[in-house]
């Protein structure tokens, strides 16, 4: 028997003998409400376990190790969903303060419909302005109430006030865009 069937034969012995107590390891996390496939980390907790097993470490104590194994997959795992999170709210948070008009980029010019309209939404209640911004921005309402951590309802009041508020400023600066019924 070659080494690399040892290898083989010692990898398939402990996949066997510890596959349901990885699986109760995994399932203990409830990684799905993280957007985690646990079949993905029992993949990648097999790949590591043969690279262990390949680099002729010796184990003595399978299960504690296969514990420590597990714990150190769990926690690069949710590392990365969090480092992933950071992306996307730091590209969000760009997107907004390029959204955000400069202190006189705009005052007193007339210009696109967009400076137009940001030039009204300065107009708003502080309250309302953050989320009407963000719904020009194109955020959805889900994804500006986990945002700004607000209740669903806060955001979509804050929204359509807000909005309502704007169409309002809009007509008072001269912009009348409705179409009339014939």
């Not at 921005?137 to 955001?155: Q, V």
Request: proline letters at 2%; a positive charge; charged letters at 35%.
């Amino acid at each position: 028997m070659t080494a690399r069937q040892k290898k083989e034969r010692e990898f398939q012995k402990i996949i066997d003998e510890f596959s349901s107590y990885i699986r109760c390891l995994i399932f203990k996390y409830n990684l799905s409400k993280l957007g985690l496939d646990p079949e993905d980390l029992i993949q990648e907790i097999r790949l590591k376990l043969w690279k262990i097993i390949d680099d002729e470490k010796n184990i003595s104590n399978p299960a504690s190790y296969i514990r420590k194994v597990v714990e150190s997959a769990v926690i690069d795992q949710i590392r990365r969903i969090r480092k992933e999170e950071e992306i996307f709210i730091t590209e969000k948070k760009k997107l907004i303060s390029e959204f955000e008009p400069k202190a006189s980029s705009y005052q007193d010019q007339t210009g696109s419909l967009k400076e137009y309209v940001l030039k009204a939404a300065d107009k708003l209640l502080d309250s309302r302005k953050l989320v009407v911004k963000l719904y020009l921005l194109n955020m959805s309402l889900p994804e500006i109430s986990d945002y700004l951590h607000y209740s669903s309802a806060k955001t979509r009041n804050l929204l359509y006030r807000g909005l309502a508020d704007l169409k309002i400023i809009l007509k008072e600066m001269g912009f009348n865009h409705e179409k009339t019924r014939k």
